[in-house]
């Protein structure tokens, strides 16, 4: 038993991989103890690196891959584009990713590492990557935003909340695209009806974001119930970085509202937490929004951020089906000529765009993740009212983020709409009549 605790302890020291930053070449080596797994989702795996601050995403690939896919390449690409998306949005909901190179002496070391944490059903793919991206790590709060007084105790709390298509399909629209079916409910309800024919649920979600968009204040609270109820995907809490909610997860749920949100009665522990979602989520932060139609929600909440982007594929969904990709290649076309759009206009980039190019930034807010990080306030930053909230007798410092900016590619229209269609028949083929959002 010594002996395997004392190779156990070498094993951890080893070092696994190492970062190289593409800006300016410093490396940082990681032994398997200065990292935590954190989450992953279809495309992409999540690595804390606790004593930076950090967080290292990795792409994922096909077991048994060439190791030179995804390429490098691909990685800049992303990295670029996330930072021209993200500048659509105010610069507290940002934050800069930073492009690091990889060096892993071992990368079946590293995925049987990995896979004593990772859920079954992800391990068809693993890690081969050259490149990463590292981002400051949302599970902590951003003190960058906080007046420099503000005092904070207990522990870290971190939502990731993904709001999904925030808008109703125009009837002309799906009409024209759809003429043999009627669209009562949104995209996302109708995909409930699909996800249950294809058996990836259980039930149908509470979820609607067609309320949560809504900006009126009992619908919206109705929406966030109902991710809470039932989290799916779309749904995850951390406390102090460690998943303690989500789809299929319950590790402490109750004990934490009880943590931050006990103010007499328990009961009324998770409609405080609600009041605190909502409220930061309304918050007027900046009072800075890309250019659109006007809505209820206040022009400066990360809310009605992520929807005005999210309004570049609704507009532009016609055009751009005309001429879209059906090739099943992941070939990126669209994006490259935003990038080099990007980089020749400095000024009035967005309006040098085509349809269809900014039809593929909206896609990218179509699933985009919102982070909320939050923590109790014990002194100071009485005069902030941006970045605290009140709930109750408690306040708490906030900090809002948008995530995952990925870009799409050329063949997204044509699968959206070819998912799409396959949704509203599933809800059809279920005798669905009633609903409407």
């Not at 792409?59 to 659509?88: F, Q, W």
């Not at 990713?97 to 002496?105: E, G, N, S, T, W």
């Not at 119930?225 to 779309?234: M, Y």
Request: net charge positive; hydrophobic share 35%.
């Amino acid at each position: 038993m010594g002996r395997s605790k004392r190779r156990a302890r070498k094993n951890n020291t080893t070092v696994i991989l190492a970062i190289v930053s593409k800006s300016d070449g410093k490396t940082e080596n990681l032994s398997r103890d200065r990292l935590v797994y954190r989450a992953e989702g279809n495309a992409n795996l999540v690595l804390a690196i606790p004593d930076l601050g950090q967080v290292l995403r990795l792409r994922k690939s096909p077991t048994n891959c060439d190791l030179e896919a995804p390429s490098i390449d691909h990685v800049i690409m992303v990295t670029e584009y996330a930072k021209i998306v993200g500048s659509l949005f105010a610069r507290e909901f940002t934050i800069e990713p930073q492009l690091v190179l990889l060096r892993i002496p071992n990368y079946d070391t590293v995925n049987r590492w990995l896979n004593q944490f990772r859920p079954s059903v992800r391990c068809d793919k693993e890690i081969r990557c050259r490149a990463g991206i590292l981002y400051p790590d949302l599970a902590i709060l951003r003190r960058d935003l906080l007046p420099p007084d503000i005092q904070v105790t207990g522990e870290t709390y971190c939502v990731e909340i993904k709001p999904k298509q925030g808008w109703m399909f125009p009837e002309e629209i799906f009409k024209a695209l759809f003429p043999d079916l009627s669209a009562k409910l949104c995209r996302f309800c109708a995909m409930q009806y699909l996800k249950l024919v294809k058996k990836t649920i259980k039930r149908v979600s509470n979820y609607c974001p067609i309320d949560l968009f809504s900006g009126d204040r009992d619908r919206m609270l109705r929406a966030l119930r109902g991710l809470v109820e039932t989290p799916q995907n779309n749904f995850r809490m951390w406390r102090s970085g460690q998943l303690i909610y989500g789809d299929g997860i319950d590790c402490g749920l109750q004990d934490a509202l009880e943590d931050t949100m006990l103010q007499g009665d328990p009961s009324k522990n998770l409609d405080n937490f609600l009041q605190l979602l909502l409220t930061a989520i309304l918050n007027d932060s900046t009072g800075t929004t890309v250019p659109n139609e006007s809505h209820p929600l206040p022009r400066g909440s990360i809310l009605k951020q992520i929807l005005d982007v999210q309004m570049f594929a609704r507009d532009n969904l016609t055009t751009t089906v005309d001429g879209a990709s059906i090739d099943e290649e992941q070939s990126f076309g669209n994006v490259a000529q935003i990038l080099a759009k990007r980089r020749s206009t400095s000024e009035n980039w967005l309006e040098s765009l085509s349809g269809a190019e900014k039809y593929f930034l909206g896609a990218t807010a179509l699933d985009c993740s919102l982070m909320m990080t939050f923590q109790k306030v014990t002194a100071g930053g009485d005069t902030e009212e941006r970045h605290t909230i009140r709930v109750g007798d408690e306040r708490f410092a906030v900090s809002m983020t948008v995530m995952d900016l990925d870009p799409k590619a050329d063949s997204h229209p044509t699968k959206y709409l070819k998912q799409t269609r396959m949704s509203y028949k599933a809800y059809k083929d279920f005798g669905g009549s009633n609903k409407i959002c």
